[in-house]
């Protein structure tokens, strides 16, 4: 008997939309995302890529791509935050291919993104641009676009990301490499090739390179000054810079060369009691039922573990009938390990 085809559409074109519409149309499915920007892209800095999202990104065969765009870093360093003295030094480059088989890797956010993208179009993903989701009539189902008409598939996921409130917000920076050699201290940062996490008291930076080492990633961590209903904002560098005044003075040199940055507000959600809806004709994936704050650096790689699940599963359907159980054991799979990323990420809280 012949696999039934099912029609899926994607709400979202984010990282964790992508990876879902690579693991479903490659489980021979084909796939439409409705995503609301006008033109593809990611914010202009880095992301890590532990080795739970390289292993899949190897089975969808980017694993090559991703890593001739990538930096590996050597070690994980620990510091005080106030002489950014070693706290503790982790090896990072046999030991995660050693322990897990996969990387761990550092990518700029655009080109991950362009590869998935690629990837998607490849598979004869079609994608939607300019098409703002209004809501949904989950029984039909179909997908209600401002000023468009209305989208029918055989089932939604909603890959929308998620805007809730904590207490923490990031600055989050990228400088070139070669204007961090220019002085002494910071130059050693870009000489070894590691994930430098300082530790503070409500506060905390984590940086890396990116580009094969020619830009350098800083995000700060510290407590959340933004107005409310705002998520995103240019940011103050002086205010910046006197917040981390008193901290390494290596820290302190990396911040004066910075040019221009944004506040970004944290965002993690609390567990919901279900992510997909009776009908069996919709479900939620990545940030939109599981937001975590980043001090696990597990928010996308959670989403491309969602959308590998959920890909597998539909590998195995047999008929459309059985859809609806798909996406009940696709939240079964994936509820409980979310949860455990996000509560984990929340108890790092600085
Ligand atoms: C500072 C920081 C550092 C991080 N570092 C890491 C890291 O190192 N490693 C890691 O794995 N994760 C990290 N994360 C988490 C990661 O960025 C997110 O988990 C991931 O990007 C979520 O992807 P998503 O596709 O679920 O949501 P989003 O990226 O939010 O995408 C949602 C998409 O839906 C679209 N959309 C929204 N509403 C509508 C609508 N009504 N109609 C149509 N389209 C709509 C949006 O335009 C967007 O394109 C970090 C996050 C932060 C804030």
């Not at 322990?99 to 490849?122: C, F, M, S, V």
């Not at 510290?222 to 103050?236: G, I, R, S, Y």
């Amino acid at each position: 008997m012949s696999k039934p085809q099912c029609h899926v559409a994607i709400i979202g074109a984010g990282l964790g939309g992508l990876a879902a519409a690579i693991g479903i149309a490659r489980a021979g499915h084909k796939v439409t995302i409705i995503e609301q920007a006008t033109a593809l892209g990611e914010v202009g800095v880095g992301i890590q890529i532990p080795p739970n999202s390289s292993r899949i990104l190897r089975r969808y065969g980017l694993l090559n791509k991703i890593e001739a765009v990538s930096a590996r870093p050597k070690d994980f360093i620990l510091r005080s935050y106030k002489d950014g003295a070693m706290l503790s030094r982790q090896n990072m480059l046999p030991y995660a291919v050693n322990t897990y088989g996969n990387p761990y890797l550092h990518i700029h956010r655009a080109d991950y993104h362009k590869i998935l993208a690629q990837e998607a179009h490849r598979l004869g993903v079609s994608i939607q641009l300019g098409s703002t989701v209004t809501a949904i009539n989950f029984e039909t189902p179909a997908v209600h676009i401002k000023g468009k008409l209305d989208f029918r598939a055989d089932i939604v996921v909603g890959v929308d990301g998620l805007k809730s409130l904590t207490g923490d917000l990031a600055y989050r920076i990228v400088v070139k490499a070669e204007d961090m050699v220019t002085h002494e201290n910071p130059r050693e940062l870009v000489n070894n090739p590691a994930i430098n996490y300082w530790m503070g008291l409500n506060a905390h930076a984590v940086c890396y390179l990116l580009k094969g080492g020619g830009l350098y990633n800083i995000v700060l961590a510290c407590p959340d000054n933004l107005p409310e209903l705002v998520n995103t904002q240019a940011a103050d560098i002086q205010e910046m810079r006197d917040f981390f005044a008193k901290w390494d003075p290596r820290l302190k040199t990396l911040l004066s060369i910075v040019q221009e940055t944004s506040k970004w507000r944290l965002q993690n959600s609390e567990e919901m009691k279900k992510w997909s809806h009776p009908s069996g004709k919709f479900a939620l994936l990545g940030d939109a039922c599981h937001a975590t704050l980043p001090y696990l650096a597990q928010g996308a790689a959670m989403a491309v573990e969602d959308g590998a699940v959920l890909g597998t599963l539909m590998e195995k359907l047999g008929d459309k009938a059985q859809l609806k159980d798909v996406l009940v054991i696709y939240e079964k799979l994936r509820k409980e390990r979310t949860t455990h990323v996000v509560k984990s990420s929340r108890s790092r809280t600085s």
